[in-house]
Each structure stands twice: as C-alpha cells, then as structure tokens.
C-alpha cells in the first residue's frame, strides 16, 4: 500500500467495539498477537495491523481484506493479549460487517466456504460434506482441488453418499429464518 | 456417570473413527452415554464469522434438549466442545444474548448445562489412575507427541479445563496407557483447522511443521482430540511431507483409539481402518497386538 492512511473519524473503531463487544481502541501495537499468529505468512495485514487500521477507521483496507477470510479462529490471539483484547471476536465482526455491507468480494474462499456450511445445516440440520464441498467448489470455481482424495476418502467411510437428516431440521430451519429476519430490522 | 452425548457433524462422516472408539472406550469404562435427540449441527466456525445470533442460537436448540434430559453434556469434536461452551458462556453473562437466543428458538435457555471434552472426562471424572487400573495392553514403549491444537485449551475462561499454554491433560491419559508423551513445544500450535478447505497451501505447512516437530522430539506417533486437527495432520500429510519438507510417515491417532488399545479393544472396534497412515506396522513393531482380547464382547 503506498497511499499514506489519516484518521478522519472514529464511527468505524467505535462500530467494530460494539459488535465484537470489546475494546479495540487498548491496543498500543506489542504485536504479540502477529507473533503468535499461525496464518500470518499468508495475511496481507497482520492481527495487529487489522487493530491499527481499525483505530485509523481504514474501513476499506479492513473489510476487503483477505486477513479477516485467513484468521482460523484459533483463538491464540484472544487468549495472550496483555490488553484483554478479543482479537478472534474482532475478526468474526469484520467479517460479518463485510457482509452486512454487501462488499464484492475477491478471494474471500473463506465466505464462500461459510455460506456452502450454513446451506448445507439449514437444509438437513447437520452438515452433509460430500453436498457442501460441492457447493463450495461451485461457488469459487476451484472443481479440482483435493478431488483426488474423494475416492480415497470413500473407502475409508470418510464421506457419506447421502445426507445424515437431524429429526429437527425443521427446527433449525425456523432459526435461520427468525435470525434472519432479526438481522434485516 | 452418565452424559448427553453431543456427537457433532464429523462424528458422522470424516472422523467415524472418532465416535466408534470414543463410545467403545466409554462402554468399557462403564462410563454411560446417551445420544442427545435430534441433535443438529453446531455451526462450527462458519456460524460464528457470519451470524452473532445463529452462532448462539444452533448450539443452544442441543444444550436446550441436554437440559430437558438433565444430563451433563459430552462431546468429543473439540470444534463443538468449544461452540457449546462459547454459547453457555455468552448467555450466562450477556442478557441481550439469553434474550435473543430464547426469542430465536422460542425456548427459554439459562446457559446451565454443564458441556465436558470427553478428554476432560477421562482425565478429571474418571481419572488417569481409574483408568491404568483398566489397562490390559500396556502401549509399553509407544512414544507419543499429544497434540491439543487451539480449542480444546483457548480461551481459557471458556473451555476451561486445561493450561491454555500448556495442558497436560492428554499427558497424563497417554502415560496411563503405559505409553510414553513426549515433551514438545507445538501442543497448542493451530493445525489451520477450516482453512483445510479455502487455504490448503496454509494447512500442509503448518502440518508440516508440527509433523516434523514431533518427530524431531522423538514421538513416533501423535495423538489428537479433535477432528479437524487429525484430518489435516493425516489426510493432508503426504501433501504436507511433499511441499515442505519429507518427514516419516507419522500415525495420527484419537486419544480415544489410545485409550481403547490400552484397554485391550480390537482394530475393528476402534475403527483404525480410517487411518490415512496406517497404524498398524507401528504398533506391531511395538508388540501391541490389535486383534483385542475383548473382541466380540461388544
């Protein structure tokens, strides 16, 4: 990034506090989090950058960035901040802001992973793997990763031909829809 | 003693493994174990980076039936052992949270169903001295790195039943089996987990790293407690070993497959098939038959 990043406002710091419930603004750049990070090598922000761009209201860099969709919510984060921050809330704040604002986008597999699993949970009320990767590699395009494991995993009884109903699906499909709608009010 | 059991989503399909030795070695252990009706899926991570309220409310319509059965909850996959904790925690102390996890599922909820790792019920319900007394195969010579991954230990005030940065719990369960845990610094060093499917690339270098880890202190084979961390320390460990840096091929064992040896329990009932590196040569070099002394009395 070469533009040089001004405060202007802080509407998007105090937005990512109250959603993540936590106290972004504590964060005096140790970079702990970063060290300890396991998918930092492949971010383009490290955790701590995230809460320095966050504290700045870079809500563009933030929300298109690719570390929120890398963050494994491993937790390492959360569990060592000196401040008490909840980096690994955080991230679940961003991303889920970066779907509220309906932003395009690119590379995120991460979304497109979240969505194929939630599909697959509201249709039978667990996830049906075999149905899930399939609609994961639908959606990103990427039809030939890891399809050379699929016959390898079917001798070992590792992935089910057919979907494993919950009794209560119905059930879960009535939370979605009332989660849902409580998310559009 | 006596649990609501949770199974989980990959209990059913890539770790089946998981679920026929954790329910084998509860049996022998006469640790009781009664499926939880109906349950549905937790949501895992995809839940909680989209939805405050689904993230909640999934494990709840389970924690809601544990508790219509009055029964303590168990469950093995750590991914849901941490998703059912995290609800609990968020409607014991966030009102807006019981209020709207109550509104969604239309049941009311108070967060009071205690939920167990069933590492934690072998460690501090059973106890590792209850169960080296049940030992019939000692996995005598068996060098072992216990790898706890992230949320079986993190974050502390909600999973709770461990050191976060360094447990000890499966330790302690591995040297009642006879076998020997290793010292190693990776025990809580994230696998990737869910990267698996978007992030390969990521996961095979840091299973890479953890696989040579362990081998380096001297571990010939690892024991997990979770399915996300056995899949892509096993499924993924050929890639792994190609892309980063050859490392021998290193069996991934369940504590509960463990366990189960140690208890005298077959190959078949502890569903070893499933392994993508076999156990089998290792733990003949070691003497430790698989064929089970209590074969066909389950």
């Known amino acids: 990034m070469s533009a040089i990043l001004q405060w202007n406002s802080s509407d998007f710091l105090e937005e990512v506090q109250r959603r993540s419930n936590t106290a972004v603004s504590a964060c005096f750049q140790c970079h702990k989090c970063s060290t300890g990070c396991p998918v930092g090598r492949e971010m383009d922000f490290l955790p701590s950058q995230v809460m320095r761009l966050v504290h700045l209201g870079a809500e563009a860099e933030v929300l298109g960035s690719q570390a929120i969709w890398l963050c494994a919510s491993c937790e390492a984060c959360t569990t060592r901040c000196p401040m008490g921050i909840d980096i690994a809330a955080v991230m679940d704040a961003l991303r889920i802001m970066a779907i509220d604002r309906q932003l395009v986008l690119t590379g995120a597999h991460g979304r497109e992973f979240n969505r194929s699993f939630l599909g697959s949970v509201r249709r039978h009320g667990r996830v049906y793997e075999m149905g899930m990767m399939a609609a994961y590699k639908l959606r990103t395009g990427d039809l030939l990763t890891d399809v050379g494991k699929v016959p390898q995993m079917l001798v070992k009884g590792k992935l089910s031909l057919l979907p494993k109903r919950s009794g209560s699906v119905k059930k879960v499909r009535e939370v979605f829809r009332r989660a849902e709608e409580e998310a559009g009010q | ?298």
Not at chain 2, 83 to 105: F, Q, S, Y
Not at chain 2, 152 to 181: C, K, N, Q, Y
């Open chain 2, 1 to 298: 003693m006596k649990y609501a059991f949770f199974p989980g989503c990959s209990l059913e399909s890539s770790a089946w493994d998981f679920d026929r030795s954790t329910r084998a070695v509860c049996r022998t252990l006469g640790i009781e174990l009664e499926d939880i009706p109906d349950w549905v899926c937790c949501g895992s991570t995809p839940a909680h980076a989209s939805s405050d309220s689904l993230a909640v409310a999934l494990p709840a319509l389970n924690l809601q039936k544990a508790q219509a059965a009055g029964l303590p909850v168990m469950t093995a996959c750590a991914s849901c052992y941490a998703r059912l904790r995290t609800a609990n925690h968020k409607v014991r102390n966030e009102a807006a949270d019981r209020e709207r996890t109550e509104r969604i599922t239309g049941k009311p909820y108070d967060g009071g169903v205690e939920v167990h790792h069933v590492l934690d019920v072998l460690v501090n319900h059973f106890g590792p001295d209850a169960i080296r007394a049940k030992v019939s195969r000692a996995l005598d010579g068996l060098r072992v790195a216990c790898y706890y991954g992230c949320l079986l230990a993190r974050p502390p005030e909600i999973v709770a039943f461990d050191d976060p940065e360094h447990p000890t719990s499966m330790d302690d369960v591995v040297a009642a089996t006879g076998a020997e845990p290793v010292a190693w610094p990776y025990k809580t060093e994230c696998c990737g987990a869910s990267l698996s499917m978007t992030h390969a690339g990521a996961v095979s270098r840091l299973g890479q790293k953890l696989l040579s880890m362990a081998r380096q202190a001297g571990a010939e084979c690892l024991a997990v407690a979770c399915p996300l961390c056995q899949v892509n320390l096993d499924l993924r460990q050929a890639d792994a070993s190609k892309a980063h840096g050859t490392i021998p091929q290193t069996p991934v064992l369940y504590i509960t497959q463990l366990v189960g040896l140690a208890l005298g329990l077959s190959s078949r009932q502890l569903g070893l098939r499933a392994l993508t590196v076999s156990a089998e040569r290792l733990l003949a070099e070691r003497g430790i038959a698989t064929v089970g002394a209590r074969e066909g009395k389950l």
